[in-house]
């Protein structure tokens, strides 16, 4: 972009347009406002405004009369400010980050910010007192960190509640692929010191994109809990109530189910949705309802037969409608689509799994099947896509064209819990054709990569899978098949599994002479309530 353009109501902003105007050319800023016509005589207006919206970065100047024109397509009064405000609310339209806008709301002193339109609220917001000049340097200062002498400028302005760090944080973070190395580093940087900062809360899917491109479950754990303490101390903006809703489905829910605490995460993602939905935030509302869904597979996939049923019944419910939603919000081609073709795969596996008819196979390979036409290949959900195809291939005992799909996720070797999983899926295909010494290998990969992730469920869940097929690789406990039996019957909790066995190895240790035969029993007991 090159320098500036001002955006203001002639009607009752015209005075503090022309203050802000004089203030920034005497610093050197390269501005553009109406007041130049005369002597610029552009050959049309209002190609001479579409030039300085598109270009430039753009300072609108707030008044009343400002304000009614951007949320009113009915006011008339000037036709100048309603073409910018149509020019404004299109720019808009096409941002999503709140340092890369190029949009610099400026306000008069003590005004109240929630009487602003909830497309202003998301961005960062300047005061200008044009009688004093007050103000005028923290908004050169943030506009010249931008670049915005020379022109370049980028939407990177202070605010009264971000430290300089944080928001330079932010500013570099939305520069980066969340994939990379120094996206993640950045984000953990930024929760070590944005504690009750609202601008870390404001840029939360920037922050938890980092922590999940690299299966930081911890890291998205400690945003997702600090941004809502944030919240709940901090008075929220008009437009920012459904940010509560988005950081209860995108982040805390997300995290408890990894950390497989099933029921908590149901009540997040269904909290989340009540609150998207009392905001009218459509599209995360659907979000909320897809996730809900995902829980409630799950946890069908936990239960005994009576519970399995149940909680698919309330997982197909709960998928209807998030196909509905995001069918109407995004279409039926879209990457939610897809989204949602993929869950539904998962359920008639599901489905195929609780009741044996290869009918509801066939069903979750051609959703499937759908799923890969909508997903862009090579991003995370086409590669959770390959890891559900290839269960697909172990459903119908196709296992080397199984093999096929998780190998190449392995190879990409692009997300880390996709990848774990991917080993662990691998192991069961190995196993479906005989290969014990390969699944035990994936498994062991697998183990150790859930566990470096902070996956202690699915770690615990590898642990005790190769515990069954070769104790001797995990632990000094001889395991017999009466052991195993008799462990599974008294706990289905791989990781209350696991420390038991490892409690056992422990005593055992202390022990001189002839060991004790293990009290299974007790030892499931202690280490379930330690």
């Given amino acids: 972009m090159n320098g500036l353009f001002i955006s203001y109501s002639n009607s009752d902003g015209g005075s503090a347009a022309s203050a802000l105007v004089a203030g920034l050319r005497s610093r050197g800023f390269d501005v553009w406002w109406d007041g130049d016509l005369p002597a610029v005589q552009p050959l049309a207006i209002t190609s001479w405004m579409e030039e300085g919206f598109r270009d430039r970065t753009v300072l609108v100047v707030v008044s009343p009369d400002y304000l009614r024109a951007l949320e009113s397509n009915g006011f008339v009064e000037r036709k100048g400010i309603r073409y910018e405000a149509r020019l404004l609310r299109h720019k808009l339209y096409h941002h999503d980050e ?50 915005g002498g020379e022109g370049g400028v980028t939407m990177s302005v202070e605010s009264t509640t971000a430290s300089p760090s944080v928001r330079e944080l932010l500013r570099d973070l939305e520069d980066l692929d969340p994939a990379e190395p120094a996206a993640h580093a950045l984000a953990l940087r930024l929760v070590e010191i944005g504690e009750g900062d609202i601008e870390l809360a404001r840029s939360f899917d920037s922050v938890v994109g980092a922590a999940k491109a690299h299966g930081d479950v911890d890291l998205v754990r400690r945003t997702s809990e600090m941004c809502l303490r944030t919240l709940s101390a901090t008075e929220r903006l008009r437009g920012e109530g459904a940010l509560e809703a988005k950081i209860l489905i995108e982040g805390q829910a997300w995290y408890l189910l990894r950390e497989h605490r099933l029921v908590r995460a149901a009540a997040a993602a269904e909290d989340g949705t009540k609150i998207a939905e009392k905001y009218r935030d459509l599209y995360t509302a659907a979000r909320g309802i897809l996730c809900h869904a995902t829980v409630f597979l799950r946890m069908a996939a936990e239960g005994v037969a009576f519970d399995r049923d149940f909680y698919l019944r309330k997982s197909e419910l709960l998928l209807l409608q998030a196909i509905e939603r995001f069918c109407t919000i995004s279409g039926r081609a879209s ?33 499937a099947m759908t799923a890969e036409v909508l997903l862009t290949p090579g ?11 290839a269960r697909l291939c172990h459903a119908a005992r196709k296992y ?29 295909l190995s196993l479906g054709s005989r290969d014990r010494a390969s699944a035990v290998r994936d498994l062991l990969v697998a183990e150790e990569k859930f566990r470096g992730l902070g996956y202690d469920y699915a770690a615990a ?44 190895e422990r005593a055992s240790a202390r022990r001189f002479g002839r060991r004790c035969p293990p009290d299974w029993r007790f030892l499931v007991e202690r280490v379930r309530y330690a």
């Fill in 400 to 428: 080397n064209e199984g093999k096929e799909f998780v190998t190449g996720v392995i190879e990409a070797d692009a997300y880390p819990e996709a990848v774990a999983r991917s080993h662990q899926v691998r192991a069961e």
């Fill in 98 to 147: 709140a340092y890369r806008c190029g949009v610099v709301p400026v306000v008069p002193p003590r005004f109240d910010k929630n009487q602003l339109p909830a497309v202003l609220q998301s961005l960062v917001i300047h005061t200008f007192d044009p009688v004093t000049g007050a103000g005028l340097e923290v908004l050169v200062k943030a506009l010249s960190g931008a670049g």
């Fill in 461 to 504: 869940t590898c642990w005790w899978s190769i515990a069954r097929l070769d104790p001797a690789r995990v632990t000094e406990v001889r395991l017999t098949a009466a052991d195993i039996d008799e462990l599974e019957d008294l706990t289905a909790d791989p990781r209350t599994l696991r420390r038991a066995v490892l409690e056992y």
């Fill in 379 to 389: 991003g995370e959900r086409y590669s959770w896509l390959m890891v559900l195809r």
């Fill in 335 to 367: 990457e939610e689509a897809g989204m949602c073709a993929s869950l539904s795969a998962e359920w008639w596996l599901a489905r195929f799994q609780l009741t044996g008819d290869r009918a509801n196979l066939t069903v979750a390979v051609k959703k």
